[in-house]
């Protein structure tokens, strides 16, 4: 069974740091294109970043560029997402998933994220 | 950017209707080798998303086949053969062809 468990989210200040996790099970991870997905409070979903089986290629909305960094562990099955210079409007639920056949197959229950003094 | 306009935002339906969401994108999802990079997903109320047809017109595995994807290029559809309690939530389209991915903003089901 494919299973997706994102941690580290929480309560942090504006301009402030996070590294949410994403622990990956039940598929080969190390072959698999992955991505991040947030969801702000009553909005809807809006795609923050993608990166390749090997971590040489990663992509990003442009409104995270500069400030987020996607990577991963192959040896840990974990992908990660490290978030700098938080801003009150990054609040949101984020999800991971897996990226193939240019759709998103299997997401995680997503971890919170809030920005907030 | 590649805009998703879905329509309607908002759709009641009775039970054992059918219901169809409609997804523009603003530029073509169809590529050279004849794939569609547009995909459907549903939030259930509370729940992560979950996938339901990918490049177009494949259902997902464990989906009821009551969901059908149709289209091409710029206009796709989403068809519900008979609506049942289950189905509520919002529905999505996400376009894959390209980066930045974006996604519709969404059509929400409820049961009459």
């Known amino acids: 069974e494919v299973q997706l468990v994102e941690s580290g989210g929480g309560l942090v200040q504006p301009g402030g740091s996070l590294r949410l996790s994403c622990a990956a099970s039940?598929?080969?991870?190390?072959?698999?294109?992955m991505t991040w997905v947030r969801q702000a409070p009553g909005k809807g979903l809006e795609w923050v970043a993608n990166?390749?089986?090997?971590?040489?290629?990663?992509t990003y909305v442009d409104s995270v560029k500069g400030r987020f960094t996607i990577s991963r562990d192959n040896a840990k099955n974990t992908l990660y997402l490290e978030m700098n210079s938080l801003r009150a409007e990054d609040t949101a639920v984020y999800y991971c998933?897996?990226?193939?056949?240019?759709?998103?197959?299997?997401w995680g229950l997503g971890t919170l994220v809030t920005v907030s003094s | 950017d590649v805009v998703m306009t879905q329509s309607p935002l908002s759709l009641p339906v009775t039970p054992g209707e059918p219901a169809s969401i409609s997804c523009r994108s603003s530029?073509?999802?169809?590529?050279?080798?004849?794939?569609?990079?547009l995909s459907w997903y549903l939030q259930k109320p509370g729940q992560s998303p979950h996938l339901l047809i990918y490049?177009?017109?494949n259902r997902a595995s464990g989906v009821p086949d009551r969901f059908s994807g149709s289209g091409s290029g710029t206009d796709f559809t989403l068809k519900i053969s008979r609506v049942e309690a289950e189905d509520v939530g919002v529905y999505y389209c996400?376009?894959?062809?390209?980066?930045?991915?974006?996604f519709g903003h969404g059509t929400r089901l409820e049961i009459k």
């Open positions: 998933a897996r990226a193939t056949n240019a759709c998103f197959d299997y």
């Open positions: 039940g598929f080969t991870f190390s072959t698999s294109w």
């Open positions: 990166i390749v089986q090997d971590g040489s290629g990663k």
């Open positions: 530029q073509s999802l169809l590529s050279s080798d004849g794939y569609n990079s």
């Open positions: 490049l177009g017109s």
């Open positions: 996400m376009q894959g062809a390209q980066v930045p991915i974006t």
